[in-house]
């Protein structure tokens, strides 16, 4: 993929990850982030991929986050070797919900190593990052965080990068309830193309089977001051869907692409009945 050294930097985790920083480090801020969910890393076909977990034993239930892209680019012209986040928002959001069984999952590559990690190519958080042998990865920890939780039933909910991987796995499954994505580029032609960038021509892209999902309660959440992924590419999403009266597409005024963990108690029960 071809991207403006402008652009690399507003795809990684956070305006300021676009200086170097220490993976140990990132680490290190996660697990005080999720610190009230019990780690664990699956081991899947393709990766070993890091997740968190609360569970209050065997529960019907269970409420997957998905961490965004990460720490994609070390430079506006050079790729990580490492896509943890600096600020992993979807954990964050995770550990605020209430819920008495949360799990948060993060991305390939991601708290486990970078490029020295098993399977991992600097691919996956670039041109392939919502490819097959990802999303196929994703599907399997999902299924254990599931069998470690009991659940029969899940509810899906994605950060940025990560709200495109639970659109498409919402779109592989029959367990899922609901589907919640929070600043998330849910049609990735249209994103490429309002960022004047290549397709993701190595990655798989919801909008294209977004009618699938068009009896699936969902929300997705914009910031009216997000530059990264403006409402605009969702709406693009919600119209290849079709006619649907199961979604929500919800601007929240003032907010860009990165601080939604405050204000998430306030949003998350958030979800529309399909009438």
């Not at 990052?129 to 999303?135: K, P």
């Not at 699938?212 to 910031?223: C, D, E, I, M, W």
């Not at 997000?226 to 597409?249: Q, W, Y």
Request: glycine share 6%.
């Amino acid at each position: 993929m071809t991207l403006r050294p402008a652009l690399a930097c507003l795809l990684v985790s956070t305006l300021a990850a676009c200086a170097v920083a220490d993976p140990a480090a990132r680490k290190t801020k996660a697990d005080e982030a999720g610190a009230g969910l019990m780690p664990v890393t699956i081991e899947t076909a393709s990766f070993d991929l890091y997740a968190r977990i609360r569970t209050p034993g065997a529960t019907d239930r269970l409420t997957v986050y998905i961490e965004g892209d990460g720490f994609a680019w070390k430079r506006t012209n050079e790729i990580s070797t490492d896509p943890t986040p600096l600020n992993p928002v979807a954990l964050h959001l995770a550990a605020a919900d209430p819920s008495p069984a949360v799990a948060w999952l993060a991305r390939p590559c991601q708290f486990t190593g970078g490029l020295t990690a098993r399977g991992c190519a600097d691919t996956f958080w670039t041109e392939e990052r919502y490819g097959e042998t990802v999303i196929a990865a994703m599907n399997e920890a999902v299924d254990e965080l599931k069998a470690t939780a009991g659940a029969t039933t899940l509810d899906l909910v994605g950060f940025s990068g990560g709200g495109t991987v639970a659109a498409l796995l919402a779109l592989r499954r029959d367990d899922i309830a609901t589907l919640r994505t929070v600043a998330s580029p849910l049609d990735t032609d249209a994103f490429t193309s309002v960022h004047g960038v290549s397709r993701l021509s190595s990655s798989l892209n919801p909008a294209e089977n977004a009618p699938a999902l068009a009896t699936l309660p969902q929300v997705h959440y914009v910031g009216e001051d997000d530059e990264i992924v403006p409402a605009k590419i969702n709406r693009r999403f919600l119209a290849h869907m079709g006619e649907s009266r199961c979604t929500a597409l919800v601007t929240v005024p003032d907010m860009d692409h990165h601080d939604w963990a405050e204000i998430w108690p306030s949003l998350m029960a958030r979800m529309p009945a399909c009438r």
